[in-house]
């Protein structure tokens, strides 16, 4: 899947000529970018990943998580997640995180939704009747999140399988998307072990700032112990770095320092700092729709472009630790 930008601008030009599909997204009018019945037959043939673990034979889960907050979890896993389905690809964006960031930026109001995460976790719901479909895109669904799961910790605590009930829930799906991303808070708690239990692979990513290494390898070491007692599977995507900006020599040095430390497990593509991926949630919009030429439009455009081909690289020669 070389072509994602490709992809991804000729659905642009649609949009472009006036071809506005109206898609509901919980009483809000969206934009259809690529009409669902235009679409080829991904629904039933995933592209990617199709060479995974045994236990996943089709959808990639990747966690998107880093115990710092602020460092671009969320924005990575909306426009990551936005930058697949453009380039049409089954796309699943879990809001694992109570602040609920995920679902408003992708213009989903958790409020007004039937199902959440919550029940998905507690009370045994299955994903697919939680869930809130194309969001933006056809192929872009999201569980959305509210304010009760921050309770889910301490009411998790004590169940046999608290730390498995995301992998369960997400079993049940893996035949229906090529990604699901899942968007984890700012801690290593029972949330975000739910997500590294569930997850084929982690994605980091590392705010290109002061303090930006510390508690990094920490974290890696974390998922080391998660690859040992919960997920045999697990691999790290890579670090991703984020808000990069080429006029501060603080964002050089961060950078090398993350590659000199890290080598081939930081990814290529840098984000950088933008002002439209920070105004973009506000209007609960992915980049690649508020304004598709932005540079961190085309940054996550990018990313999703490497992920792939590092994946489709993985499936000959295993990335570890
Ligand atoms: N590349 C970027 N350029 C500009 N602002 C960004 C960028 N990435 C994230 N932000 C902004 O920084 C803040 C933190 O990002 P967020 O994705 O919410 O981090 P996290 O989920 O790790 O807490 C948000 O206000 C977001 O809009
Ligand atoms: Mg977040």
């Known amino acids: 899947m070389r072509d994602i930008a490709s992809r991804a601008t000729r659905a642009a030009r649609l949009h472009d000529i006036g071809d506005r599909l109206p898609c509901h997204c919980h009483g809000r009018i969206h934009i259809a970018i690529l009409p669902a019945e235009s679409l080829p037959s991904t629904h039933a043939t995933p592209a990617l990943y199709r060479g995974g673990s045994q236990n996943s034979p089709m959808s990639h889960v990747i966690a998107i998580a880093n115990q710092k907050g602020g460092v671009g979890k969320t924005t990575t896993a909306i426009n990551l997640g936005a930058s697949f389905a453009a380039a049409e690809q089954r796309v699943l964006v879990i809001d694992m995180d109570p602040q609920g960031n995920a679902s408003s930026g992708l213009g989903v109001d958790a409020r007004a939704t039937k199902g959440s995460l919550y029940g998905v976790l507690l009370d045994h719901v299955?994903?697919?009747?939680?869930?809130?479909?194309?969001?933006?895109?056809?192929?872009?669904?999201?569980?959305?999140?509210?304010?009760e799961l921050v309770g889910a910790e301490a009411e998790l605590i004590d169940q046999m399988d608290a730390r498995f009930r995301l992998r369960n829930a997400i079993a049940g799906v893996r035949d229906v998307y090529d990604f699901v991303l899942i968007d984890c808070p700012p801690a290593l708690?029972?949330?975000?072990?739910n997500a590294l239990a569930a997850a084929d692979s982690v994605?980091?990513?590392v705010q290109t700032e002061y303090y930006a290494l510390e508690g990094l390898s920490q974290f890696v070491e974390a998922i080391e112990a998660v690859r040992h007692h919960l997920n045999p599977r697990l691999q790290v995507d890579g670090i991703l770095l984020t808000m990069y900006d080429s006029r501060l020599s603080l964002s050089r040095e961060v950078t090398a320092d993350t590659r000199a430390h890290f080598g081939r497990q930081t990814l290529r593509t840098t984000i950088p700092r933008n002002v439209r991926l920070a105004e973009a949630p506000s209007f609960g919009k992915p980049a690649i729709v508020y304004d598709i030429g932005s540079a961190g439009a085309?940054?996550?455009?990018?990313?999703?472009?490497?992920?792939?081909t590092r994946s489709r690289r993985r499936t000959h020669e295993p990335m570890l630790v």
Not at 189 to 193: A, D, E, M, S
Not at 299 to 304: E, H, I, N, R
């Open 126 to 147: 299955p994903l697919g009747a939680a869930l809130v479909r194309g969001a933006h895109f056809p192929l872009l669904d999201v569980i959305p999140t509210t304010q």
């Open 189 to 193: 708690g029972l949330l975000t072990l």
């Open 203 to 205: 994605l980091i990513p």
């Open 298 to 308: 085309q940054a996550y455009l990018a990313l999703a472009d490497e992920l792939a």
